[in-house]
Each structure stands twice: as C-alpha cells, then as structure tokens.
C-alpha cells in the first residue's frame, strides 16, 4: 500500500516538470547539467540516480554513459516514475531503467554502480531512513565510486525561505534543516575526499565523496 508521501509525490508527478520549469526560469537544464559534470562518470559506465522523480538528471546521465552504459533511476512513486518512462521513450533511451523501490532499501548487489546521484530529494529523507539510504548508497557504489548529491541553497528572500521550511515540516523531515547545514560532515563519515560546490547560479550546491577502499 502506498504512503501518504508516496501519494503526494504521485499526485505531484501530474504537474512537477511544468512547476519545475516556472519555478527556475530555465536555469533547470544547466543545474542538471551542474550535477552531471561532478559526478565523474563515463561512457560505458553504470550509474543510479536515486530519487529520481520524473527522470530528468538519469536522462542526461544516459547521455553521460551512452548507449553501452547502463543508468537506473530509481523512486517510490509510480506517478513520478510513469512520467520518467514516457521521457525515456521519446528520448530513446534504451540504457536508462527505472525502478520502484525505497531509497533506503536498494535492490541491487554490493558495488554495483560506478557512480550515484541524488538531486533535490535526499535532504527530504526522515533520519533514520537517510542515515540507512548513505549507508546503502555505500553498499552499492564501487571503491573509488562517487556519491553526488545536489541540494537547494538556503533561499535568500524571507518569504522564500518560510515556503521551503513550511515545505519540509509537511513532508515530515524535521531534521532536514540541520541535514543541509551539516551535508558534508554526514558525507563524510561514509565517503572520502569530500567535495561542495555552489551551481552558477547560486540556487543550488553539490557535495560529494568517493567510496573508499
Ligand atoms: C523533489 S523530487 C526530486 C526529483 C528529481 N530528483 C529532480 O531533481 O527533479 C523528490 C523525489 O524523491 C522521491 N522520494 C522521496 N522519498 C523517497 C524514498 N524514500 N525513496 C525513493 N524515492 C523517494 C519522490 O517520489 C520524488 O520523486
């Protein structure tokens, strides 16, 4: 049975790209791109998007790693998931698969991926839930691996930043606000050589770690 977040994101789906478009005045594309180039992945490699909502960063990481790489894009949403498979289709991309299943309990074996990304979601992740998804990003990523995670940046304007916390209080991520302060720290108990990087345009960061040996 679905969760109420589940439904919520479901229901979402039917209008995210629209809002996503509206809401960053095209500066969408070249954030997902930002992601894209810190996520050091190749052609032929294999990569998990996770949290991946109607497909936009797995789409350009299937561009990332072509067509003899895999990218698996993964949510617990099916609405979100039906929205990232019709764009999988008109983009023709037979390298990206997406599946329905929980951040915090990835059906794949230990070291799978030579990379993982995670865009604008992880921080949405309760504590206990996103303490177990970093340990089994961990799990499934190669030695050397890189875990890439893009976050929004602490919104300037007053009412802005109400919005986003009022956000996060009904997502039920109480701890969310103490998450995007420490990342890095966090990051850094499972991954080394800990990186944070701010977008061009200031609306969003990158922080990311490499899997260690
Ligand atoms: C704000 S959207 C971000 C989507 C996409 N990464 C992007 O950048 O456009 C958050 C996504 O995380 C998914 N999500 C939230 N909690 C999840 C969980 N525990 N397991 C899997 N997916 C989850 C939601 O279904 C939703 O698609």
């Known amino acids: 049975m679905s969760s ?19 809401h960053s005045r095209d500066v969408e594309g070249s954030l997902r791109g930002f992601i894209i180039a810190k996520a050091n992945l190749f052609e032929g490699d294999r990569a998990l998007d996770l949290c991946t909502g109607t497909g936009s960063v797995a789409a350009k990481l299937a ?24 764009k999988a289709f008109r983009m023709n991309l037979k ?14 074996k230990t070291s799978s991926f030579h990379g993982v990304t995670c865009s604008h979601a992880f921080y949405e992740l ?19 691996g890189r875990f890439c995670l893009m976050e929004h940046a602490k919104p300037e304007k007053l009412i802005a930043r109400l919005l986003f916390y009022i956000r996060i209080f009904f997502l039920g991520a109480s701890d969310a606000k103490k998450f995007l302060e420490e990342e890095e720290a966090v990051l850094g108990e499972r991954f080394k050589n800990i990186g944070k990087e701010m977008s061009p345009t200031g609306q969003s960061k990158v922080i990311y770690g490499e899997k260690g040996g």
């Not at 109420?4 to 509206?22: E, K, N």
């Not at 390298?95 to 794949?108: D, E, G, I, M, R």
């Open 95 to 108: 390298q990206l698969h997406l599946v329905q299943a929980n951040a915090s309990q990835l059906p794949f």
């Open 63 to 86: 561009g990332q790693v072509g067509e003899n790489g895999l990218v698996v894009g993964l949510d617990f949403s099916r609405g979100m998931l039906e929205k990232a498979k019709e």
């Open 4 to 22: 109420p977040r589940q439904i919520y994101y479901d229901l979402f789906s039917r209008v995210y790209d629209f809002i996503i478009r509206l």
């Open 126 to 144: 309760k504590g206990k839930e996103r303490a177990i998804a970093i340990a089994e990003v961990a799990r499934v990523l190669r030695v050397g």
